[in-house]
């Protein structure tokens, strides 16, 4: 995994709005303070979406400037420069312990979602997954911040890789990924967010 084998996504409008419930569950995997998760990133079912976004009015919002002309449209023009980020498709082992720890002997448990990495991210879990394909991961939050480091080389899930590949059947188009990604925005929908703090406002 590395900065070739993310797919860039510029251009594609998805309508995200009103799908709160079925996006719902496709969860975000990540641990809260203190917490440590045992995780494998299922980067050989989906690939990984990257993208720049704003965080603007307490939301994410997709960047709109084209690859070719970073910073060329009027997201970055009026509320500054993006931010990158990548989504990948991942488990969370749902019976590991508290130490991220899971038996040899224990069949695995586990439930598909994403998990979101910002570039310095990005870099730790592909220098993982270039040594190691599919390893497990311990993915850990303390005061500074979030950390990823290698647990197994070989995954746990491969003894129940029929289950993992049926539970991720559905997220397999990769649409659910993008939806991740924030809301994407037309430029007039952006213009409307920024004036008036709403992207469907018309004027009366
Ligand atoms: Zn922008």
Redesign the pocket.
Known sequence: MSDGHVDMIFDEILDTRGNAATLSSFHQIAPKLGQILRVSLLTHLVQPKAS?Y?WYRQQFVR???PKDAPGS?M??QKVGK?SWTCVVMALQYVNADQDGKLSGSVVPKFRVGYISLARTAYKQVSELMSEAPGCDILYSKDTDGYHFVGASRSPSWQSVSLQVEEAATRFRDGQKLVSKLGKKLTDMEWKNLIAHGSPQWEEE
């Open positions: 720049a704003h960047c709109n400037s449209s997201c970055c993006p």
